[in-house]
């Protein structure tokens, strides 16, 4: 490698990036004067353009998972990954605004709704359902939120050649620092721009791969060719046989439907301006997703393809000792920071936006179940707007820093930290949110069991059998069915036992189901 | 031509495979011997998947302009 060249790739790659940085803290700061009350903290006093928060939760779907972890996961396990759980979230997106989306938000001001678990203690009653649903946002925010500044702690550690440690604890606080700034607001016009980045970026990806690898079927023409290509390719052979069942779990359930139940991407639709306009989130959503997950995919087969066509590339990934999670970092700062470093500097502009977009939803969601899904909705409901506003930034701050504080143990590879956070917060909320508006059998007990149900049964099987397996068997038995299980069982859980019990509600229910008539 | 395009389409083509593992006779894997370029089956992602979104969502806008009522805030 020529080092002189390679010393001044990192430096431009650097410069970009704190000039970066620089432009997302500068616009946290000018933010912060327009947060006066606790909706503009959470929901930008519900008067944010559609456009930005179509933008902002794409990018939050998209997240460091899709430009870090899954390129990772397709060089270490294969190019299935890319087909099976990228490109069906895209229609999550649309399933969101038909099932859930317009009463979300036409109910919003009414009964002040800024989390999940408010629309669902407003839907179902009582303030169990709000405990369980806080308590499985907690458990997936841990994993999801891992996967985030890992992602972001090894670029910005491979970059600056620092410890993954600080590099990912300096990407952590200059989120929080914006969020408790500028809160919603500040996420929404900084989103914008990272998702912008995120298009660009991708879309280099494509043209990059293109130019290295010469088209789609010589790639995969010779990576089968390779040793060990073909088991590469097929995804049965990674399966274990079983790669129906995790299309069915994954493609058919969490990739899609799940999306409803994904507070970080959800909970954006309060901030809306006009409810009529929901269409423009669930296109903007769908095709930036569409645009920019299968891009940095095709990174990970690129890779995987340089890899067999160049004995020194593989060496040179597992030299880092990043594992998989190596891959991106590789390609970006050694690769391009040779070839490309303006490019290189775009893309990992691209990666960090990316994971920025997902961890500032988690801070402020974090922030919010604690304090206001738990503390002040079911033992403090006295709190003044002032105190609940100070509090939630307290809380967040200490999101924050637990966040950071997570950063000290070691993480496995970051895609299925990632995919398992999703499934957590799948199995936790999707169901009892999915029938809340579409089924009018539902009750306040079906609900508050089927939202228990889904986040232990999820929890339980990740916690107990699937976690103890080890990354390897983890990853060459990828069926990550536990959130599947916890959606199925969740569904169940909710209708039968709303068969069963009386028919309490809470006011929400009687909006959404008018056929239905109000008990006196 | 409607097959050619069909087997370019990667996202559909897996879930075939996938789910002849029901039946016991998996096993393709990702066809790589049925070439194309990386922009035709990105092309075909668009057309497929993508459409979901612009055909819903444009269904779901005339659908909000005709009921305006139910956009407003209860």
Known sequence: MDEAAFATGKLIEGIIIVIWIALILGIGLWSRK?????????????AIPVWMLGMWSA???????????????????????????????????????????????????????????????????????????????????????????????????????IPYQPAAALGIAISAVYVLLGGFIAGAIINSLNVSMMIIASLLAVGLGYTWTGGYGKMLATISAATGGT???????????????????????????????????VQKLYGVKKPSTLWMWGLLGGIIFGVTCPAYCYLGVVTKYLAVTDPTVAPAITGLGLGADGVIAWL?????????????????????GAAWST?????????????????????????????????????????????????????????????IGWAQFAATLAPALLLATTWRGVTKWGGTAGVAVGTLVCAFL???????????????????????????????TIIIVSLVTKKERGPLYYDIHKDVPKPQ | MFELFLTNEYATLILLDMLRGVFGTYGWGLPSTWTSTWAIVYLEEFLLWWLFPAITMLWWRSWIKKHPELAEEI
Not at chain 1, 338 to 351: D, F, M, N
């Open chain 1, 332 to 352: 970006t700062v050694y690769k391009l920071g040779v070839e490309a470093p303006i490019l290189g500097g775009l893309l990992i502009a691209g990666v960090i």
């Open chain 1, 231 to 265: 088991t590469w390719l097929n995804n049965d052979a990674a399966l274990g046989g079983f790669a129906w069942f995790f299309w069915i779990s994954w493609a058919l359930l969490l990739s899609s439907f799940g999306l409803v139940g994904q507070p970080a991407i």
């Open chain 1, 59 to 161: 990018g939050a779907s998209v997240s460091a998972w899709a430009f870090f972890g899954l390129p990772g996961g397709i060089y270490a396990a294969g190019a299935w990954q890319h087909w099976a759980i990228c490109t069906p979230m895209i229609a999550g997106f649309p399933l969101t605004v038909i099932f859930l989306g317009r009463w979300m938000r036409v109910s919003a001001k009414k009964y002040n709704l800024m989390t999940m678990p408010d629309f669902l203690g407003e839907v179902y009653g009582g303030k169990l359902i709000r405990i369980f649903a806080a308590i499985g946002i907690v458990i997936a925010c841990i994993f999801y939120a891992t996967a985030q500044f890992k992602a972001i702690g090894v670029l910005i550690g491979t970059l600056l050649n």
């Open chain 1, 359 to 419: 961890i500032d939803g988690f801070i402020m969601m974090g922030g919010a179940a604690i304090v206001r899904d738990i503390i002040n909705k079911c033992f403090r409901p006295n709190w003044t707007d002032k105190q609940l506003l100070k509090y939630l930034r307290i809380a967040m701050l200490v999101v924050g820093i637990i966040m950071a504080i997570e950063t000290l143990f070691p993480s496995e590879i970051i895609t299925w930290l990632a995919a």
């Open chain 1, 34 to 46: 327009k947060v006066k009350a606790s909706g503009d903290l959470l929901v930008g006093g519900r």
């Open chain 1, 462 to 492: 990740t916690l107990v059998y699937r976690i103890p397996l080890g990354t390897k068997t983890f990853i060459t038995t990828f069926y990550l069915d536990a959130g599947a299980w916890g959606m199925i069982l969740g569904f169940l």
